[in-house]
């Protein structure tokens, strides 16, 4: 099913109960117009998705006011509004802020799914698609009827669409959860970005068990500070939220968070026996990662097939979660042992070609210092790196991005990603700038990304490593509001398919 056709209704509930909900739930409602008292049996939060009898909320964005679709909402059949401004095309309930509103009056309205399943949510800068698909194979292999919601795909028995974010909107997220309901899964994990924490989406879920990776700088386009950052995140370990969390202890924040929390927790690390759950003997290569992992008193050998030393760190988060949950934890190992690629995480592509080729969705310096050394020890020859940076996005990411791939690469590509309605030229010369400044790679600009991809493969020869970074598995460039189809993965294939090997 596709995500515009993903619709539940709800129990049909007149305006005025929704009213008197809001207030219940502490919600300052200034202004409630009920007009001819209509009967709500729908939510939508985007006006061209309303149906009708639908609660329109027209929230503030960046660019719009969903105030400014209200006649297009009301066209298609919605009979009324929320939102922190009155209409005249819609009765309209006004509080003061309508997103704060609306997580928890979608998951009210459509039944509290999220207690219907377990729920497990991870959040942190890096690591929380990895440790989602972990969790899933793990839960399947342990005999349970899973769902998924990522930032690639929300994913159930007998679901699978492309996703809209990383973590779906309010109206979006408990519908999903209503489909789960539906098919009768167990448990559900799912990725909680710091802007589906700031903006609520999640509000009104419960989750079972909530999951910290880590924090390091990013999305400093949004948040105002590194301190507003870590209290977004920090949001879904409250008790509101969230019944016991895992916690790992590898960076300041999170040892900070594992003293902060009220609820009860465990901690876990890739190598500190301080933690609850740890590992020890850890080996990254070519061939994947081997680790003990250590939990309880117990000790188990884990062999993943997942490329970089970094999955033994998102291995460790899910193992830790589910044993918060008491699910057998060899089943657990078996399925995540199982998994042999997750879409554009260090995804190997391999023609026969006498270098490695890797793409990567690594859009930060931290994911960069964890990746490149692994990329390093495996590479007898030269690492050749394609990036850029993505537009709209905070500036000060651009020329570090350069820099750090250019203190471990020999040669850096920098070329285009989605500018989106940036400079992408401005975007280039950043990056550039930055890669220059560390002073020890060949730095090429070549803005065509399917050309700077050809030149990558022209320059690897026998034992280097091609390493496509940035964009992973997202299927389309965005440039001046033109989208185009573009697959680092297919074109990687391509570019490789095209010479004699
Ligand atoms: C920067 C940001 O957070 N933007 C959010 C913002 O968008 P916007 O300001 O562009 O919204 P808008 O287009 O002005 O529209 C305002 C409202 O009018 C509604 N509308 C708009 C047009 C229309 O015809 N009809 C209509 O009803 C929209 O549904 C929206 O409710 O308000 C929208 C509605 O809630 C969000 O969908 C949107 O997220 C955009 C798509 C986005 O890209 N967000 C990113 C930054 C994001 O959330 N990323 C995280 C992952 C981060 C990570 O990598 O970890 C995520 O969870 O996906
Ligand atoms: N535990 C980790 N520590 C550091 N870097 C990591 C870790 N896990 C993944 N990465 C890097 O971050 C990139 C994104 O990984 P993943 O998609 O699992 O994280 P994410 O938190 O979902 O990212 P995003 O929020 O951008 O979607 C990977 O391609 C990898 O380079």
């Known amino acids: ?60 964005g960046r660019r719009h006011h969903g105030a400014a679709f209200a006649a297009e909402a009301a066209g298609r059949g919605a009979v009324a509004m929320l939102s922190d401004r009155p209409s005249d095309e819609l009765p309209t309930v006004v ?138 995140k920090a949001r879904l370990f409250a008790r509101d939220l969230c019944e016991r969390a895992a916690i790992c202890i590898d960076d300041d924040y999170g040892r900070r968070l594992a003293g902060d929390v009220a609820v009860p927790h465990l901690t876990f690390s890739a190598h500190d026996p301080a933690a609850d759950v740890y590992a020890t003997a850890v080996r990254a290569g070519r061939w994947g990662s081997t680790f003990t992992l250590h939990h309880g008193g117990e000790r188990v050998p884990v062999r993943l097939q997942l490329l970089g030393g970094h999955q033994v760190d998102n291995a460790v988060a899910a193992l830790a979660a589910l044993c918060l949950r008491g699910i057998d934890i060899p089943a657990a190992v078996a399925g995540i042992e199982a998994l042999d690629a997750i879409p554009g995480r260090l995804e190997r592509i391999d023609v026969g070609q006498p270098f490695l080729a890797l793409v990567d969705y690594v859009h930060n310096t931290a994911g960069q210092h964890r990746l490149f050394p692994f990329l390093r020890s495996v590479t007898a020859g030269r690492i050749v790196v394609v990036l850029g940076a993505t537009g709209e996005r905070d500036p000060g990411k651009r020329a570090p991005l350069g820099f750090t791939a250019a203190q471990y690469a020999e040669v850096v590509v920098v070329t285009d990603e989605s500018a989106f309605f940036d400079d992408a030229a401005d975007l280039r010369n950043d990056v550039a700038a930055g890669a220059r400044r560390a002073g020890a790679a060949d730095v090429i600009v070549i803005p065509d990304r399917g050309e700077a991809i050809a030149v990558a493969v022209d320059l690897a020869g026998e034992g280097d490593t091609v390493l496509l970074a940035g964009r992973g598995h997202d299927p389309t460039l965005v440039d001046n509001g033109v989208s185009i189809a573009f697959d680092d993965r297919a074109a990687l294939r391509n570019a490789l398919s095209t010479r004699a090997y």
């Not at 509290?112 to 729920?119: E, Q, V, W």
């Not at 779906?168 to 999903?176: I, K, Y």
Request: glycine residues 8%; proline residues 6%; contains cysteine.
């Open 95 to 232: 509080v003061d802020d309508p997103r704060a509103a609306l997580g928890p009056l979608a998951a009210w309205a459509y039944g509290n799914p999220s207690t219907a399943f377990d729920l497990y949510g991870v959040t942190g800068t890096n690591g929380k698609t990895s440790t989602v698909y972990m969790l899933e194979a793990a839960l399947v292999s342990a005999g349970l009827r899973t769902g998924a919601l990522t930032g690639i795909t929300v994913r159930g028995p007998g679901t699978v669409r492309p996703a809209t974010r990383t973590t779906p909107e309010a109206c979006e997220l408990q519908q999903s959860f209503v489909e789960f309901v539906e098919e009768r899964v167990d448990a559900v994990a799912m990725e909680v970005s710091s802007h589906g924490l700031a903006e609520h989406r999640i509000d009104g879920s419960r989750f079972d068990v909530a999951v910290f990776t880590n924090l390091a700088r990013d999305h400093l386009d949004y948040h105002a500070s590194l301190e507003s950052y870590y209290a977004a």
């Open 1 to 60: 099913m596709d995500v515009e056709d993903l619709w539940s209704p709800v129990s049909p509930r007149s305006l005025c109960e929704i009213v008197v909900h809001l207030r219940r739930a502490g919600h300052v409602v200034a202004e409630a117009d009920v007009g001819d008292r209509p009967v709500i049996t729908g939510l939508c939060q985007d006006s061209r998705r309303a149906r009708p009898g639908d609660l329109y909320a027209a929230l503030p």
